[in-house]
């Protein structure tokens, strides 16, 4: 699935699995992006020069370095021959074929990516050529592909809502109408129509999640309250085992919150919360950086801790947004 941002720096969501690094085949890299990543990762350089040097960089392939000195990899993607040349629609459209078959690997199916806007910076093409690729080529997969816009070249303003629960919340006819009725509750709070949000997000945990945005991505899309309420098909943020282990779903929770611009928390008193506390937490925590990234301010509420109570939602205004 696609998840489209619109920031000065693709730096911004900080619990992706990967950075795409767009580069050319003649192992130089001294402008645009390709020197951001030569500044954050030291090492990477020299793998990228030493994979031109043997051919496995090169255009219709994606070259991955695992190891580095951040939390996430690098997947080098060429969308030039020479470092001069102007990024042609096929060189994309090889290297998004390339990525999907990665992507569709099953130690890859659940990652995260963060994609630039392909040859659209020193490669000289242009947002309505190449944005269509991506979305034809990545949209339908389960891997969540962040797709990074600069705001001078787009007027999209995309905004996702985050909404999660414990697990064995959501069960009953009772339990799936207050978490209806806090949504529009939050909704009101907030001044908010949800169907202007781009997508509503969860993370296919348990019955408060799958209630509200299914199991799977695009799997009975019709019968979630996401659907119900703003006829689009909900994103489905699944936790990533193979790279992650058992820190796979602190980086779900980590991930989750990290995409949405509005978090809706359901901590019912009696129920597994711990997850929903982390979550509250994170949001918390990473009130600074999202400014210090020049995201929009995030609103939060949460519903439950000590009472069952509609009326106990609240806006967490001490969150510094």
């Avoid at 962040?146 to 006819?173: H, N, W």
């Avoid at 711990?274 to 509420?301: F, G, H, I, K, S």
């Avoid at 801790?305 to 967490?316: G, H, L, N, P």
């Amino acid at each position: 699935m696609i998840i489209k941002i619109v920031t000065p720096d693709m730096f911004v969501i900080h619990s992706c699995d990967y950075y795409i690094a767009p580069v050319n085949c003649g192992a130089v890299a001294g402008k645009g992006l390709v020197l951001e990543f030569r500044n954050k990762v030291p090492g990477w350089v020299d793998h990228y020069m030493a994979a031109c040097g043997t051919k496995e960089i090169r255009i219709g392939t994606v070259h991955v370095m695992e190891e580095t000195n951040q939390p996430w990899g690098v997947i080098n993607f060429p969308t030039k021959v020479h470092y001069s040349d102007t990024t042609k629609r096929e060189w994309i459209v090889r290297g998004l074929e390339a990525l999907r078959e990665m992507l569709q690997k099953p130690e890859y199916r659940r990652t995260s990516v963060m994609l630039p806007m392909l040859g659209c910076g020193e490669g000289k093409q242009d947002y309505e050529i190449v944005l269509p690729l991506m979305e034809e080529h990545l949209s339908d997969l389960e891997a969540t592909v962040f797709v990074s816009m600069s705001p001078e070249r787009t007027e999209l303003r995309p905004k996702y809502l985050t909404i999660a629960g414990p697990p064995d919340f959501g069960k009953t006819d009772d339990e799936k109408q207050i978490i209806e009725d806090t949504i529009k509750k939050a909704m009101v709070n907030w001044d908010q129509d949800i169907t202007q949000y781009t997508g509503i997000v969860s993370g296919g945990v348990g019955h408060t999640d799958t209630f509200v945005a299914g199991s799977n991505y695009n799997d009975g899309v019709e019968q979630t309250l996401a659907y119900k309420l703003t006829g689009k098909a909900p994103l489905v943020i699944k936790a990533n085992e193979v790279r992650n282990g058992v820190g796979a779903m602190i980086h779900q929770s980590s991930l989750l919150c990290d995409i949405g611009d509005d978090v809706i928390l359901f901590k019912p008193e009696g129920f597994n919360n711990n997850r929903l506390t982390y979550m509250q937490e994170w949001c918390r925590n990473n009130a600074d950086q999202r400014a210090d990234d020049r995201r929009a301010p995030r609103r939060v509420a949460i519903y439950g801790d000590k009472s069952m109570d509609v009326t106990q939602i609240t806006k967490e205004e001490d969150y510094g947004l």
